[in-house]
Structure formats: structure tokens, C-alpha cells
């Protein structure tokens, strides 16, 4: 079983919807936890920061961790054709800054 | 952009050949971090630098070595090439101990 798992899609949703992207994760040490945005082509960007349990929202987008079930998710509200990407989730435990990624959802919003 | 270059953007060698990859952080970046993408494994780290000093090694296989130079850019070297090496690398860099890096373009390796 991989430490993080994440369904890689693809998820299509039509323009305004609401995305619910998430990941499990088995390692109860993780407590950073963290969601990146993938274009084609490009390299992964930090979207989403959040420490523990807890949400967090920042515009359209808001990070939900849920420790208790080992449960993160990234809604996105009002989804728009450039939130097409890949949305990769990212943790981390206290002992160090290196990540542990899954392996990315890919989503479509098409018009 | 994030301000993290990578060269080259592209890479198409054979097996057992050696390739150099590298990465210049963004001003100010003390930290390089070495990623290794792949469809079937995703995202995986390979070896952190900073300031020159290695910091911190992944799942980097004994036939990659990275280094970071005085002016802080940094080299990965690939050799005794496989066809299951094919993937991107990407370099990330922070400021030093962050979890804000940022990524470069990546470089696409493939090997025939």
C-alpha cells in the first residue's frame, strides 16, 4: 500500500461546478499537508498549505484535512476551463521538508 | 514562472549513456531539491542540497549523483542509462528549510 493515494482520473466537470479532489494517506506522522497545480508541461506550483486538521480556504479554493480519517480534499468552487490540471497532494511529517506526493488527479472543466 | 531554469528542456539519449542535467535557482535560493516524475510512480524525490552541502537523499539510485556549485546551481548527473530512467526531473528551490518550493519546467529525459 502506498504511504499517499490519489485516484489519477480524469475528473471532467462542466464550467461552474463544484470539484471535490482528495487523497488518503496511511502514515499518522504526516501533519503538513499541501496541494499542487500541474499544467501540461509545467512544473508543479503550491497551491494549498495546511497545518493538522482543519480548513483552509483562499478564494475559489478551499483545503480540507481531516486526520481522524487520514482525509485530505481541495474543493474548487465555480470551476473555470483554466483550473484544467493536474492537482497533485502533498504531505509531510515534523521531522522533515521533504514531501510525500501522490501521484495526481487530472481534472477537466470543460465550457 | 517561478524563476527556476532547467536545461535542457528536452533529452533523448540511449542505454547506457551518461546525461547532465541542470538547474538554476531563483535568486536567493540556498535549497535544490531533485524530483523525479514517471506515470507509474509520480512525483519522487531524489536528493536535496543546500548551500553547497548534501541535506537530505530519496529513492536516488546509486547510479545518479547530484552536486550544487559554489553559485548554487546544481547538476544531476544520470548515468549507465535504462530505458526505465525515461521520465521528467524537475529541481525545486526554497530559501532554505520551507515548504514553499518552486519548481522549474522540468527536463523530459527519454531513453531508446
Known amino acids: 500500500q502506498k504511504e499517499v493515494e490519489q485516484d489519477p482520473g480524469p475528473l471532467s466537470v462542466p464550467e461552474g461546478a463544484i470539484v471535490s479532489l482528495n487523497c488518503t494517506y496511511s502514515?499518522?506522522?504526516?501533519?503538513?499537508f499541501m496541494w499542487y497545480r500541474q499544467y501540461s508541461r509545467k512544473g508543479p506550483e503550491l497551491l494549498m498549505y495546511?497545518?493538522?486538521?482543519g480548513n483552509k480556504e483562499d478564494g475559489r479554493f478551499t483545503a480540507q484535512v481531516d486526520k481522524s480519517s487520514k482525509y485530505i480534499s481541495l474543493f474548487i468552487r465555480d470551476s473555470q476551463p483554466s483550473d484544467s490540471a493536474t492537482y497533485l497532494c502533498?504531505?509531510?511529517?515534523?521531522?522533515?521538508?521533504?514531501?510525500?506526493f501522490g501521484r495526481g488527479t487530472s481534472l477537466i472543466v470543460h465550457p | 514562472d517561478s524563476g527556476v531554469t532547467q536545461t535542457p528542456k528536452h533529452l533523448i539519449t540511449a542505454t547506457g549513456q551518461r546525461v547532465t542535467l541542470r538547474c538554476s535557482p531563483r535568486?536567493?535560493?540556498?535549497?535544490v531539491y531533485w524530483y523525479q516524475q514517471s506515470l507509474d510512480q509520480g512525483l519522487q524525490f531524489l536528493i536535496q542540497y543546500y548551500n553547497g552541502e548534501e541535506r537530505a537523499k530519496g529513492n536516488i539510485l546509486e547510479r545518479f549523483s547530484a552536486q550544487q556549485f559554489p553559485d548554487l546551481h546544481s547538476e544531476l548527473n544520470l548515468s549507465s542509462l535504462e530505458l526505465g530512467d525515461s521520465a521528467l526531473y524537475f529541481c525545486a528551490t526554497g530559501t532554505g528549510e520551507t515548504d514553499t518550493q518552486y519548481f522549474g519546467p522540468g527536463t523530459r529525459l527519454t531513453v531508446l
Open positions: 502533498a504531505m509531510r511529517s515534523g521531522g522533515s521538508y521533504i514531501p510525500t
Open positions: 502514515n499518522s506522522a504526516f501533519q503538513y
Open positions: 495546511t497545518y493538522s486538521s
Open positions: 535568486s536567493g535560493d540556498l535549497s
